[in-house]
């Protein structure tokens, strides 16, 4: 597919799709400055409400964005500008884009909260590695994004600042943990934004919050967010508002794609046979009935896929029930070794206290026997999906959850009260995984999957509370996956 052209009036810029932002700017009907400028006034205006931000770099922003200007117009004035449609040659693929990240991941010179209290917030002195690629594509970084403590939790509040709220209903969460980039995309204070996914960080958000959500599989993108992350569970990849977007920053993120996704995302998918399944490996410890709106978006995904074209087969999928044991093992283990002052272990969030203690206490065995697992589990899996082309499942298996709803410390109007953490670790993590049931498995694979807001509980998309359906492929299927959603209307 060509680069869409610009089109229609610049004058509401977070109207715009990604993919048409993109092209004003590197046609120069739009600068860096202007952009930048119209999406920190977005975010002065919503982030008070939503709690997106933790931080907001604004004169650091507006800077840059004059810097990229300068760069647009040496280039446009030299040798290599094109005389025929007045562009830039030579400009980074995303030149001028706004855009936040976790604040779980380095940007030079900004703090890292890592979304805890219990640590000394100093200025990073370099970028991480996903930072480092998206500055080299052009990106104009806005600040950091609202993150549970460490990324542990399917919800985006912490001890350090307000919680991340839905766009689509403040009372109720963005989820986790890339819950206020999430947030912030749906509520147009970004065109796109990477987050990261080590158990659904990236698709329960997405979910939640009404958005496209790709986690690429193991080795796709360079880099995702941990340095301890013993299963390679976590992986960065694009939150949007559509598969042209999200195609756009997968461009990005991946160095020198076989092809491009861009120009391929619109091309026809071949007919698929598609496997239907609402089992998942957390049943046995924690038995869950999916909400009706969870099933009325299962059908309805299943009804627009087999309108086109595609054939859709219930399916059954058999989980060893060992499964929930090993992947919290391997899942907690990085918080066990996270450098905290003991002076300062007071100040995390009991859930993040209490597997904080039970990983330092497990041996270096049991961590090793719950990899081993997990390996074994990974090979009987994939074997299992082989037998279809994509596994189809709802993303979510309940409505967004009321803010404080995990923690039992719900506080469901606008304003910020301080959390009471008022419940039991175990309970939350409970709640957690009947909340989102079918996603970690899929990094354990590390096979890639996406999240397609398919269904809204209002009746009609943007009314009332979105819901939708997570397509799981084989590894090397992102581009496939993507081609499916735009061909949903997405």
Partial sequence: MPAEQPTGSPSELHGMSAVQLRDFLRSGELSARETTAHFLARVAERNPLLGAFITVTAEQAMADAAAADDRFARLRTGTAASPADGRAKGLPLLHGMPLAFKDLTDVAGVVTTHGSAALDHKPAPTDGAIVAVLKAAGVISLGKTQVPEFGLTAYSENRIAPPSRNPHAPSRSSGGSSGGSAAAVAAGMLPFAPGSDGGGSIRIPAAACGLVGLKP???VVPSGESSADPAGLVVAGPLARSAADAALLMDALVPSPKD???????????????????????SAAFPFTPEQEALAALRAGREMLEHAGHAVFEAGIRYDNRYPDAFTTAWTAAVGTARISPHREALLTPLTRTFRRRAQQRSASKLNESLAFLRRFTRDTITQYGAWDLILMPALAQTPRPVGWFTGATHGDARWPAPAWAGDADDDYRRQCEFAPWSSMVNVCGLPAVTIPVY????????????????VGPQGSELLLLQVTAQLGF
Avoid at 268 to 276: A, D, T, V, Y
Avoid at 457 to 471: H, V
């Fill in 260 to 282: 491009g996704y861009l120009d391929a995302v619109r091309q026809e998918p071949r007919s698929l046979r598609i496997g239907l399944s609402l089992d998942s490996p957390w």
């Fill in 456 to 471: 809204w509980t209002g009746g009609q998309p943007g009314e009332g509370l979105p819901m939708g359906i997570q397509l």
């Fill in 217 to 219: 599989g193991r080795g």
